[in-house]
């Protein structure tokens, strides 16, 4: 079963829930997640419990619910959206609670002998809710909570006659609870916004071209969709009529829009710029790209980060200790030292308020919500806390080389032409043989050519000998496109040409002989090669200036590596297998944090492997769900800043953690000195719970790693990886 839980704004809210619901008779797997407000259960239909009885038991502790089973993500991540705070329960409170202290204000000024049962009837309004979740928690498993800890607190200054103070505390109490409302809702605005992108409908073009308005919902593979200019694009999909420009910023963070043609996927949520478009529907409304990222984000935000597993275990020890010192407070000094009773039970309460763990354990949490939000929208998707305090920790960051140090395609970057012939009349020959096949060298050459503005003539009675060579009729002439191995087999190569081929691939580039084989002699050279992503040596760069190694990990041939590394300035390991790509990341790990990019199915078991994976956006579904987290824009230099992303979250998680119990060790020592009293000492709760808060949201502008190091500085020489030392 899954519900709908309202007014869980932190992970304290979370285990009480949790704790309450798992005393039910046959409920198990309990899944909370106080960042969507989901509770997910098993319930036993065997069991005495009852769906209601999950129900009251939540409402009890003071909690909304509702069973949430047919809603969709997308549904339920815009739930509420419209609510402002005001108009939230905990904001209905607080305008009571302040209308109601105002009222015994006005009573004390206007009536001072009233004035103690104006405050004590405003404290008893108050604290009655809280002291009902008070005793439905103690007997659900909490008796500890922080609502206990501010009723005895209240009642207690009452009894002793400060009943202004006592109302102050109720107040100020009610106050930090919408506070903590107000932050869990912006961290949750981004996954909302996101959700928001995807239009509610699509136009549906039937077989026989008519349109109509369907629910997006609906929608099933291989449907056709009109987009038309300024529309949102309804499904993931790809463009089977027609070419725009489409501003994929909401989901890649892009912020160019992207020029898109026949055969070209595109995003659900982006938006159509200019053409008008027919998409071709490939995943429902479930499985598109908004809806996993936000199916990705919502389970990150239940992954705990380790920092906050770890306070959450020290906040249970913490409260009962503070209270056992309060508790102390107030008797050791009466008896032992013959101190005023009155005096002494009033530090005793203060402290109880001191004792109040909310901006502790709303410390990490905080940091880590609103730091998944800003890498979702700068297109760093995360997965977990986890992950996102790992990242920053690494000190090698491993690279697969095709496809994410390199684009994935190659192109041709020379053309040699021999005996007179023109690189023209080589490219124009090349293309015509290759024409049909669908290698990537033979697409590269076609594309060459045709970006050229080359004619292509016509080919005929094509062929093609698996690694060998291809083979064609042009313009009445036998030519072969083939490799250096096997072109000695078909013609004399000359020395001049030999060296030229040599003199290639020594570059890295993999190069292709056009050969008359009439005449058995060579007409030209291709030479093509997966070149570095444009962004790839500033990635490196950045990466090193942080103090992070980087080292690149591939399958191709040692030349062609080597090539790559030079140009980007990094160490490398060429002709590798999987099994060893694993066996390499195995060895790293044994010296410290390491973290792996790649974006194949190949590279799923080093991704698995690593401290941290880290798959391109544009790489394989495999590569996605293996890894702990994704770069939308498929860029280098998100690498970086995941690092930096990382990092500040941690920095922001160290400050909120220093704030929360700086602010309580001051006020504990100021309290049994009797310089503050109760009002301060819950307006230091207050005051903590707000400034960790804030401080957390600041992640949520969050601008990246600047420029630090130029893409055009000069690098150190590349060299084969034998150890991390070297």
């Known amino acids: ?10 992970g304290s809210c979370a285990a009480k829930i949790e704790t309450a619901v798992a005393r039910l008779a046959g409920v198990s797997d309990i899944q909370i ?9 098993s319930l036993d239909p065997n069991a005495t419990t009852q769906p209601d009885d999950i129900i009251k038991t939540i409402k009890k502790l003071g909690y909304g619910v509702s069973t949430d089973n047919q809603s969709s993500t997308t549904e339920n991540a815009t739930s509420s959206e419209d609510t402002r705070w005001w108009q939230t329960r905990k904001g209905k409170q607080v305008i009571s609670l302040g209308l109601l202290m105002a009222a015994a204000y006005i009573v004390s ?20 809710p809280f002291a009902r979740n008070a005793i439905a928690l103690a007997k659900a498993g909490t008796p500890f909570s922080i609502e206990m800890l501010m009723s005895v607190a209240a009642l207690g200054a009452l009894v002793i006659g400060e009943t202004e103070e006592a109302a102050a505390v109720v107040f100020l109490f009610s106050v930090g609870e919408l506070l903590e409302g107000v932050a869990a809702s912006r961290a949750r605005s981004g996954i909302k916004s996101l959700a928001a992108l995807v239009p509610s409908t699509a136009i549906l073009l039937d077989p026989q071209g008519e349109q109509r308005e369907v629910p997006v919902a609906s929608l099933q593979a291989n449907d056709l969709i009109l987009v038309r200019p300024g529309d949102r694009v309804a499904a993931d999909g790809s463009i089977a009529e027609g070419s725009s420009s489409l501003d994929e910023s909401p989901i890649t963070g892009e912020s160019i829009p992207l020029h898109k043609t026949t055969g070209d996927s595109v995003y659900a949520g982006s938006v159509n710029v200019d053409g008008v478009l027919q998409v071709r529907v490939e995943k429902t409304s479930a499985n598109n790209t908004i809806a996993r990222i936000i199916h990705l984000v919502e389970e990150a935000q239940a992954n705990k980060a380790p920092t906050a597993r770890f306070i959450e275990q020290f906040s249970r020890y913490y409260t009962p200790a503070v209270m056992a010192i309060a508790a102390l407070i107030v008797w050791v000094p009466p008896l032992a030292m013959g101190g005023d009773w009155m005096t002494w039970l009033y530090r005793g309460l203060a402290l109880l308020l001191i004792a109040c763990p909310c901006a502790l354990v709303l410390s ?17 998707l995360v997965k977990g806390g986890s992950a996102l305090e790992t990242i920053g920790k690494v000190d090698t960051i491993a690279f697969d080389k095709t496809g994410t140090l390199t684009e994935g395609k190659p192109i041709v970057t020379d053309i040699v032409a021999f005996d007179g012939a023109s690189e023209n009349d080589v490219l124009a020959l090349c293309a015509a043989v290759e024409t049909g096949s669908s290698h990537p060298l033979a697409t590269a050459i076609v594309n060459r050519a045709t970006e050229s503005g080359v004619s292509t003539p016509a080919a005929s009675n094509a062929s093609a000998t698996a690694g060998k060579a291809v083979r064609a009729e042009v313009a009445g002439h036998q030519l072969a496109i083939a490799s250096p191995v096997h072109a000695v087999e078909i013609a004399t ?3 001049e040409q030999t060296k030229h081929i040599s003199a290639l691939q020594t570059k890295g580039k993999t190069v292709s002989v056009l050969l008359d084989e009439q005449n058995h002699i060579a007409l030209g050279l291709v030479a093509l090669r997966d070149e570095a992503r444009e962004d790839a040596q500033e990635g490196v760069a950045a990466l090193k200036s942080m103090g992070v190694h980087a080292i690149m990990l591939t399958g191709d041939n040692r030349r062609t ?35 792996m990019v790649g974006d194949g199915i190949n590279d799923a078991p080093a991704l698995a492997t690593a401290d941290v994976g880290i798959a391109m956006g544009g790489g394989t579904d495999v590569a996605m769900e293996t890894a702990d987290a994704a770069l939308m824009k498929s860029r280098v230099t998100d690498v970086a800043q995941l690092v930096a992303l990382s990092r500040a979250t941690m920095a922001n998680i160290r400050q909120n953690v220093a704030f929360a119990v700086g602010l309580k060790g001051v006020f504990l020592i100021t309290t049994v000195l009797g310089f503050t009293g109760l009002w301060v000492a ?45």
């Open 682 to 726: 819950v307006l230091a709760d207050t005051g903590a719970t707000a400034l960790v808060t804030l401080n957390a949201l600041r992640l949520l502008r969050f601008k990246g790693v600047k420029k630090s190091v130029a893409a055009s500085d000069k690098q150190p020489d590349s060299e084969p990886l034998k150890t991390k030392a070297a």
């Open 561 to 595: 590596a080597q090539a790559i590394a030079d140009k980007l300035g990094l160490g490398y390991e060429a002709e590798l297998l999987p099994q060893d790509k694993l066996r390499l990341i195995n060895e790293m790990k044994s010296e410290g944090k390491v973290a």
């Open 364 to 380: 990490t949490p905080a940091a880590i919500a609103s730091g998944l939000a800003a890498g979702t929208r700068h297109g760093l």
């Open 493 to 495: 190569l000359t020395d």
């Open 1 to 10: 079963m899954r519900f709908h839980v309202e007014g869980m704004d932190c």
């Open 33 to 41: 997640n106080f960042a969507n407000e989901k509770l997910d259960l």
């Open 109 to 128: 000024l206007l009536f001072p002998a009233f004035e103690m049962w104006a405050f004590g009837i405003a404290v008893l309004i108050g604290v009655l």
